[in-house]
Protein backbone atom coordinates (compact mmCIF):
# COMPACT_ATOMS: atom_id res chain seq x y z
CA UNK A 1 0.00 0.00 0.00
CA UNK A 2 1.23 3.43 -1.15
CA UNK A 3 0.64 6.42 1.32
CA UNK A 4 -0.45 9.36 -0.67
CA UNK A 5 -0.65 13.22 0.92
CA UNK A 6 -4.74 12.77 0.73
CA UNK A 7 -4.52 10.18 3.85
CA UNK A 8 -1.68 11.04 5.25
CA UNK A 9 -3.06 13.00 8.77
CA UNK A 10 -1.44 16.41 9.97
CA UNK A 11 0.25 14.81 13.29
CA UNK A 12 2.19 12.32 10.62
CA UNK A 13 3.36 14.81 8.89
CA UNK A 14 4.76 17.49 11.66
CA UNK A 15 6.26 14.38 13.65
CA UNK A 16 9.10 13.89 10.85
CA UNK A 17 9.23 17.55 10.23
CA UNK A 18 9.59 18.77 13.74
CA UNK A 19 12.21 16.42 14.23
CA UNK A 20 14.04 17.19 11.42
CA UNK A 21 13.67 20.93 12.21
CA UNK A 22 14.76 20.14 16.33
CA UNK A 23 17.85 18.29 14.88
CA UNK A 24 19.04 21.25 12.83
CA UNK A 25 18.85 23.49 15.57
CA UNK A 26 20.82 21.49 17.72
CA UNK A 27 23.59 20.70 15.03
CA UNK A 28 23.68 24.87 14.79
CA UNK A 29 23.40 25.44 18.67
CA UNK A 30 26.43 22.86 18.68
CA UNK A 31 28.65 24.13 15.54
CA UNK A 32 28.16 27.95 17.43
CA UNK A 33 29.44 26.72 20.55
CA UNK A 34 32.29 24.59 19.41
CA UNK A 35 33.06 27.00 16.22
CA UNK A 36 35.19 29.18 15.82
CA UNK A 37 37.60 31.07 17.64
CA UNK A 38 36.25 34.20 19.28
CA UNK A 39 37.88 37.60 17.79
CA UNK A 40 39.16 38.24 21.41
CA UNK A 41 40.45 34.48 21.90
CA UNK A 42 42.57 35.34 18.54
CA UNK A 43 43.82 38.67 19.78
CA UNK A 44 44.93 36.79 22.85
CA UNK A 45 46.71 34.41 21.35
CA UNK A 46 48.40 37.39 19.03
CA UNK A 47 48.91 39.35 21.88
CA UNK A 48 50.77 36.12 23.38
CA UNK A 49 53.14 35.06 20.49
CA UNK A 50 54.91 38.60 19.92
CA UNK A 51 55.41 38.77 24.11
CA UNK A 52 57.01 35.10 23.55
CA UNK A 53 59.06 36.56 20.85
CA UNK A 54 59.95 39.94 22.89
CA UNK A 55 60.81 38.12 25.45
CA UNK A 56 63.79 35.54 23.55
CA UNK A 57 64.89 38.38 21.78
CA UNK A 58 65.61 40.88 24.68
CA UNK A 59 66.65 38.22 27.06
CA UNK A 60 69.07 36.95 24.41
CA UNK A 61 70.22 40.20 23.45
CA UNK A 62 71.19 41.29 26.66
CA UNK A 63 73.10 38.17 27.24
CA UNK A 64 76.92 37.64 26.09
CA UNK A 65 80.05 37.83 27.53
CA UNK A 66 83.54 37.10 26.10
CA UNK A 67 83.41 33.56 25.98
CA UNK A 68 80.33 34.01 24.07
CA UNK A 69 80.70 36.56 21.44
CA UNK A 70 80.53 34.56 18.42
CA UNK A 71 77.85 32.48 19.22
CA UNK A 72 75.83 34.86 20.26
CA UNK A 73 76.09 37.16 16.43
CA UNK A 74 74.88 33.67 15.38
CA UNK A 75 72.12 33.03 17.55
CA UNK A 76 70.65 36.67 18.02
CA UNK A 77 70.86 37.82 14.76
CA UNK A 78 68.14 35.74 13.44
CA UNK A 79 65.87 37.37 16.82
CA UNK A 80 66.73 40.76 15.17
CA UNK A 81 65.27 42.95 12.24
CA UNK A 82 66.08 46.40 10.77
CA UNK A 83 68.51 49.23 12.00
CA UNK A 84 69.03 47.04 15.53
CA UNK A 85 70.06 44.23 13.08
CA UNK A 86 72.21 46.86 11.41
CA UNK A 87 73.98 47.92 14.58
CA UNK A 88 74.13 44.44 15.91
CA UNK A 89 76.05 43.32 13.38
CA UNK A 90 78.51 46.10 13.12
CA UNK A 91 78.61 46.85 17.13
CA UNK A 92 77.56 43.20 18.75
CA UNK A 93 76.85 43.57 22.44
CA UNK A 94 77.85 47.50 22.16
CA UNK A 95 74.21 47.94 21.10
CA UNK A 96 73.11 47.47 24.73
CA UNK A 97 76.03 48.43 26.73
CA UNK A 98 78.68 50.17 25.05
CA UNK A 99 82.15 48.87 25.83
CA UNK A 100 81.19 45.63 26.57
CA UNK A 101 83.49 44.29 24.40
CA UNK A 102 86.63 45.99 25.40
CA UNK A 103 85.64 45.68 29.44
CA UNK A 104 85.26 42.33 28.82
CA UNK A 105 81.88 42.01 30.83
CA UNK A 106 79.34 39.75 31.39
CA UNK A 107 76.11 40.29 30.78
CA UNK A 108 72.82 38.62 31.89
CA UNK A 109 69.39 39.70 30.60
CA UNK A 110 66.18 38.36 32.72
CA UNK A 111 63.30 39.52 31.19
CA UNK A 112 60.77 39.55 34.16
CA UNK A 113 57.33 40.78 32.56
CA UNK A 114 56.38 42.13 29.38
CA UNK A 115 52.59 44.08 28.43
CA UNK A 116 51.59 45.16 24.59
CA UNK A 117 51.10 48.76 24.17
CA UNK A 118 50.00 48.81 20.91
CA UNK A 119 49.72 45.72 17.98
CA UNK A 120 48.55 45.20 14.84
CA UNK A 121 48.99 42.64 12.17
CA UNK A 122 52.68 43.40 11.59
CA UNK A 123 54.00 45.54 14.42
CA UNK A 124 53.88 45.83 17.88
CA UNK A 125 55.25 47.87 20.75
CA UNK A 126 56.19 45.73 23.84
CA UNK A 127 57.19 47.41 27.83
CA UNK A 128 59.81 44.80 28.67
CA UNK A 129 61.16 44.53 32.12
CA UNK A 130 64.30 43.11 32.51
CA UNK A 131 66.80 41.97 35.38
CA UNK A 132 70.10 42.87 34.36
CA UNK A 133 72.91 41.09 35.94
CA UNK A 134 76.42 42.58 35.14
CA UNK A 135 79.70 41.36 35.89
CA UNK A 136 83.24 43.13 35.35
CA UNK A 137 86.07 41.17 35.86
CA UNK A 138 87.99 44.03 37.01
CA UNK A 139 85.60 45.13 39.74
CA UNK A 140 85.59 41.16 41.33
CA UNK A 141 82.92 38.38 40.38
CA UNK A 142 80.43 39.66 42.21
CA UNK A 143 77.53 40.32 40.17
CA UNK A 144 75.49 43.76 39.67
CA UNK A 145 72.04 43.57 39.57
CA UNK A 146 70.03 46.63 37.64
CA UNK A 147 66.12 46.42 36.84
CA UNK A 148 65.75 47.94 33.36
CA UNK A 149 62.49 48.92 31.27
CA UNK A 150 63.01 49.21 27.86
CA UNK A 151 60.41 49.47 24.68
CA UNK A 152 61.29 46.58 22.61
CA UNK A 153 59.70 47.40 19.33
CA UNK A 154 58.71 44.56 17.28
CA UNK A 155 58.31 43.75 13.30
CA UNK A 156 56.69 40.71 11.89
CA UNK A 157 58.76 39.55 9.14
CA UNK A 158 57.73 36.24 7.09
CA UNK A 159 55.67 35.05 9.83
CA UNK A 160 57.96 35.69 12.55
CA UNK A 161 58.08 38.80 15.11
CA UNK A 162 61.68 40.24 15.56
CA UNK A 163 63.16 42.98 17.41
CA UNK A 164 63.80 46.10 15.62
CA UNK A 165 64.27 48.46 18.18
CA UNK A 166 64.79 48.47 22.29
CA UNK A 167 64.80 52.14 23.79
CA UNK A 168 64.68 53.41 27.44
CA UNK A 169 61.33 54.01 29.11
CA UNK A 170 61.64 57.71 30.06
CA UNK A 171 64.23 60.10 30.48
CA UNK A 172 68.09 59.01 30.01
Known sequence: MSATWGNLTRPAVAGPIL????????????????????PGRADEDARRQVQLATTDAVGSLMTFGPDS?????RTVGTKLTGRLLLE????GPGVVLPTAVESKVVM???????????????SARVLV??????????AGEEPE????????????????????????????
Open 19 to 38: TAVLVMLIAVAVAGFLGPAT
Open 69 to 73: LTAQQ
Open 88 to 91: FRSQ
Open 108 to 122: TGRVLATAVNRMDED
Open 129 to 138: FVNQSIVLPA
Open 145 to 172: VVAVTRWADMRKVNGNWLLAGLQQVGPG
